[in-house]
């Protein structure tokens, strides 16, 4: 960065700094984006004002903003823990939380003394440990329901129950994206073709019309 571009840095981003801590979020962010303009490709400097913008959105909770510019100043300073904690918080804050939990475990190698990472790193522990063990529940749900589903020998009543289970499945967040990653829809696509109970086959009809409009 030449001189003059230096100067124009520390001046706009001591600005930001200033109207960062009087909570005057839109000035600040005004000051750190047009101190970005002025830094070099690569540089700490550009880390840095990517990091303190990233702290601006937090406050605003921008949290995909605060994630795209801790992402960028963390290809240029890969151990940050600020820009790495900031990360963190916004991931949460969207529900992304083994992605947190990454991040904070990241910053903990760094600091291993960093006492504000604990009750984060605790607190995403467990509600990863959490979800972790839903998902190995809901996995042999699926499993079953699908077991029945295809098995056009099985018994009529469970297969009756387990596309309905299916269709509220589909309603559900979790279960949606889980049986996008199985590709049952198209599973059950092909089986509408052969179904010959017309209860299941409405049950199915259902299914592929709630998972196509989610």
Same mark, same amino acid.
């Given at each position: 960065?030449?001189?003059?571009?230096?100067?124009?840095?520390?001046?706009?981003?001591? /600005?930001?700094?200033? &109207?960062?801590?009087?909570?005057?979020?839109?000035?600040?962010?005004?000051?750190?984006?047009?101190?970005?303009?002025?830094?070099?490709? +690569?540089?700490?400097?550009?880390?840095?004002?990517?990091?303190?913008?990233?702290?601006?959105?937090?406050?605003?909770?921008?949290?995909?903003?605060?994630?795209?510019?801790?992402?960028? /100043?963390?290809?240029?300073?890969?151990?940050?823990?600020?820009?790495?904690?900031?990360?963190?918080?916004?991931?949460? &804050?969207?529900?992304?939380?083994?992605?947190?939990?990454?991040?904070?475990?990241?910053?903990?190698?760094?600091? *291993?003394?960093?006492?504000?990472?604990?009750?984060?790193?605790?607190?995403?522990?467990?509600?990863?440990?959490?979800?972790?063990?839903?998902?190995?529940?809901?996995?042999?749900?699926?499993?079953?329901?699908?077991?029945?589903?295809? #098995?056009?020998?099985? *018994?009529?009543?469970?297969?009756?129950?387990?596309?309905?289970?299916?269709?509220?499945?589909?309603?559900?967040?979790?279960?949606?994206?889980?049986?996008?990653?199985?590709?049952?829809?198209?599973?059950?696509?092909?089986?509408?073709?052969?179904?010959?109970?017309? +209860?299941?086959?409405?049950?199915? +009809? #259902?299914?592929?019309?709630?998972?196509?409009?989610?």
């Amino acid at each position: 960065m030449i001189d003059n571009n230096m100067n124009d840095y520390n001046k706009l981003k001591e /600005s930001g700094n200033s &109207a960062f801590k009087q909570g005057d979020y839109e000035t600040a962010l005004d000051f750190y984006t047009k101190a970005l303009k002025v830094t070099a490709e +690569e540089s700490h400097e550009r880390a840095t004002c990517l990091k303190n913008r990233a702290a601006v959105y937090l406050k605003q909770n921008q949290n995909d903003k605060v994630i795209e510019d801790c992402s960028k /100043s963390l290809e240029i300073v890969p151990d940050d823990p600020k820009a790495l904690f900031r990360r963190c918080q916004a991931y949460e &804050a969207i529900g992304k939380f083994e992605e947190a939990y990454t991040d904070a475990k990241h910053i903990h190698r760094v600091e *291993p003394t960093n006492k504000a990472i604990q009750p984060v790193l605790s607190r995403l522990f467990a509600i990863v440990t959490k979800r972790m063990q839903e998902n190995e529940q809901l996995q042999n749900k699926v499993h079953n329901m699908f077991k029945y589903v295809f #098995d056009t020998s099985a *018994p009529m009543d469970k297969r009756v129950t387990a596309v309905n289970n299916l269709v509220v499945l589909a309603r559900e967040m979790s279960g949606a994206e889980m049986l996008l990653k199985s590709g049952v829809a198209k599973q059950i696509n092909t089986l509408l073709k052969c179904e010959t109970n017309e +209860e299941i086959y409405l049950g199915e +009809e #259902d299914f592929v019309f709630v998972f196509y409009h989610l």
